[in-house]
């Protein structure tokens, strides 16, 4: 049972680049949510998936994607990286939508120069 | 809208030096609110979940307390693997906050020898 799984760990992108950050869990949970972490920041969310086939925007989901490809995955798309999206990236999944913990993942390092 | 404020931003322990970690929230009616540790280059991992006032949660030499405005994270006789930043979370009642969190920006501990 590897909980949440991220892919990759680390990534460097130049200004324009695209790329797509791949999340998945095996713990049958129905919501998945994206984050980003930035110094003294906290974490904000990206976007988040209620269920299968569902998405919705969170807090800053300018400039990002999603897409809910089945129950277990959840992947995050930059279309054309800019440097404010340099930032340490969090997957998290959730049984359901109330009053239970979310499972994060390792999270994903991007740096875009 | 949901908001915590965590405090200190910052704290250091001599092991075995008693201490607690602030977290203010405002919230629409708490369905929940969410402690987490956070270890450098890792994900958040869940500690402890309250949801009313007067609850309390132990682990080990945390202990989390809650109260109508914030909560508290006691930390009894430190030591330096209790280093880490710890996050506080709450989840509201209101549609907007529907099956999201909204997290603080954290309080780093570090215990030394």
């Known amino acids: 049972n590897a909980g949440v799984t991220q892919t990759p760990k680390f990534q460097v992108l130049k200004t324009g680049q695209s790329m797509t950050l791949q999340c998945a869990q095996d713990?049958?949970?129905?919501?998945m949510y994206w984050y980003r972490q930035d110094p003294g920041m906290g974490l904000r969310l990206i976007y988040y998936?209620?269920?299968?086939?569902?998405?919705d925007k969170g807090e800053v989901p300018n400039g990002y994607n999603v897409s809910r490809l089945n129950k277990r995955e959840f992947s995050l798309r930059l279309e054309s990286a800019a440097p404010s999206q340099t930032s340490v990236y969090f997957c998290?999944?959730?049984?359901?939508?109330?009053?239970?913990?979310?499972?994060f993942g390792p999270g994903t390092r991007l740096l875009v120069l | 809208e949901d908001q915590v404020t965590q405090s200190p931003e910052a704290l250091r322990l001599q092991e075995g030096e008693s201490s607690s970690l602030n977290c203010s929230y405002t919230?629409?009616?708490?369905?929940?609110l969410f402690w987490y540790r956070q270890d450098p280059g890792k994900g958040p991992e869940f500690l402890f979940t309250?949801?009313?006032a007067g609850e309390e949660k132990e682990k080990e030499r945390l202990k989390a307390t809650l109260t109508k405005k914030e909560s508290f994270l006691h930390i009894t006789a430190p030591k330096p693997e209790d280093s880490a930043t710890y996050l506080c979370?709450?989840?509201?009642?209101?549609?907007?906050?529907?099956?999201?969190?909204?997290f603080g920006a954290g309080t780093q501990v570090v215990v030394t020898p």
């Open positions: 998290a999944s959730r049984p359901g939508l109330v009053q239970e913990t979310q499972y």
């Open positions: 713990m049958n949970h129905n919501s």
């Open positions: 998936s209620a269920s299968e086939g569902t998405t």
């Open positions: 919230v629409s009616g708490l369905r929940g």
């Open positions: 309250l949801y009313s």
């Open positions: 979370a709450v989840q509201g009642y209101t549609t907007d906050s529907w099956g999201k969190l909204q």
